[in-house]
């Protein structure tokens, strides 16, 4: 499992060892055709601000070599907001005095239909809060029976299931299960996840143990910037939890996301630190030439004109249209958010808007007859 | 120089010998000796099984190396099982080197074969060490399978035409969760280091020593390459400056100025 290495691993000496990197660090990592996280972090380092440029290009090759001029285009679902959790920083924290929904199967057919009129979309995120009781793996397996009709890649964002669990809802239909991390300082991991099943570290942290066990075919990863300073830190403990999955459970495909908070966000909490935008790019190429296949992810967080700008250059994946309050789409238009989406702008807008800068949307690249094969 | 472990046994040396091809047992076993290797690997139908006075076996036998029976000259997996046996029974050990090669002209690995004996013997007790393709899916399947470590081949056996398939070996190396050893088709010893310097974890030779003008003299070069890539890995290779390009009149970045 994740958390021994984990904790092999010193949190302070990496942190003290990514600020020690030199220009000389970072030349090394630029020439080598295959990084390790040594030299990812080096091209994450301060030291790396200056060759934004020769990141960008490397990182454009990498990614035109394994992807082309494409971006996969999905929608996220909420089904609910009823969680148990106090997770500080999110807009469904359980003290949070907001009307709560659980979507019902009518309601959620609904909204599969809507998103269908909002443009071809066949990779659904289905959300959810963590109410096992009233939102739990039943439930979930019966969204992913209703959804199947409507759309060809099904992937879950909810809390972490047993291995079995996640076989399960594979037999319902799911493709794939993002989950993030949000960070993996642990000791400041229990201070923004106090209660509820979510404070339990380890549980989390080797979910994705459990997702390549049942052979969960993607597995989408992530931290949220905003919560730890050192992010840097954090996304090399990222990068060292990546290559542990691809050695352990080499037939998944994985996805990384790392999504800036906004200062306003949710009234409440407010970000521990802020990453520039030159800092978001330097990020995404240092992923990208740290693992040329990896998916990496780009949610309506960010706002539209580094989404388009930043398509080609690394990021392989967008959301476009989101709505991020269970059932906006149809059902309850003007609920509360999870988080506030920047980039607002319809799906056919964000096509457009890609296409312009010689990108190619694609909207379906699975087909649900494969999920039959072998049954 | 950290040390290797396969299966439990720490290593020194990550030099690997074969014992095939030497003009005599004298000339073998000096070159054994010179070359600092733990672990010699020995084809069970070149020894008199019977015999426990086996010339050729005598000069390999020694107390620090771990002697690895191969089952050169089966061609497909139930042989190669009963061959196994009869090494277990022969040389006292269960460390096994899988050879299953059905083609005598190029000595190729049957992948298919291969997998399915590394199955059954690993469930038998062997610590199974498959010689192989150069084939990471493969690899990965022989490591689920219970491979003790992979030998995956760098050219075709006895070419000494080097690292042919190194851009597979890297996939394998990179994602492997045991010993990579790489086998077959190492014809100097710059060849052996250029391995050990992609983070293979050991080499194994034969042809390039036992056919050398000296082999004995042969052998310390490679026990040198061998120990040189290693280091060199572990210290960390210095920039290559063949990705800068100039720059460009049009910059990828300037959005976010």
Known sequence: MFSEELEQISWEQTSEAILAKTEYDVMRALGKEYCDVDDFMALISPAAAPFLEPMARLSKKYTEERFGKTISLFIPLYLTNSCTNSCVYCGFHVSNPMKRTILTFEEMENEYKAIKKLGPFENLLLVTGENPAKAGVDYIAKALDIAKPYFSNLKIEVMPLKAEEYKALTEHGLNGVICFQETYHKANYNIYHPRGMKADFEWRVNGFDRMGQAGVHSIGMGVLIGLEKEWRTDLTMLAYHLRYLQKHYWRTKYSVNFPRMCPSENGGFQPNVVMTDKELAQLTFAMRIFDHDVDISFSTREPAYIRDNMAGLGVTTMSAGSKTDPGGYYSYPQQLEQFHVTDERAAADVEAALRKMGVEPVWKDWDASFDLIGK | ?257
């Open chain 2, 1 to 257: 120089m950290k040390k290797l472990i396969i299966a439990g046994r720490e290593f020194e040396s990550r030099l690997f010998l074969g014992t095939g091809k030497f003009k005599s047992n004298e000339v073998m076993e000096q070159s054994i000796l010179a070359s600092g290797t733990e672990m010699v690997t020995v084809a069970m139908k070149r020894i008199e099984l019977d015999d426990q006075e086996d010339d050729m076996l005598k000069h390999i036998v020694h107390p620090n190396i771990q002697l690895l029976p191969n089952t050169s000259g089966v061609r497909d997996a139930e042989e190669a099982v009963f061959a196994a046996q009869m090494a277990r029974e022969a040389f006292g050990t269960n460390w096994l080197k899988l050879e299953i090669h059905p083609d005598p002209r190029y000595l190729l690995p049957d992948s298919v074969e291969t997998l399915k004996a590394t199955e059954q013997l690993a469930k038998m007790g062997f610590v199974v060490l498959p010689y192989c393709q150069a084939d990471p899916t493969l690899c990965k399947h022989l490591e689920e399978a219970g491979a003790a470590t992979v030998m995956p081949l760098g050219a075709p056996i006895g070419t000494n035409k080097g690292l042919q398939t190194r851009d597979f070996l890297r996939i394998i190396i990179e994602q492997a969760t045991i010993p990579v050893v790489v086998d077959a088709g190492i014809g100097a010893p710059s060849h052996a280091a250029e391995a050990m310097e992609m983070g293979a974890d050991a080499c194994l030779v034969n042809t390039a020593i036992a056919v050398a003008g000296n082999p004995v003299e042969m052998a310390v070069a490679f026990k040198e390459a061998v120990v040189a890539g290693r280091r060199a890995y572990e210290a960390g290779l210095g920039a290559v400056s063949n990705n800068f390009e100039a720059e460009a009149s049009s910059p990828l970045t300037s959005f976010l100025n």
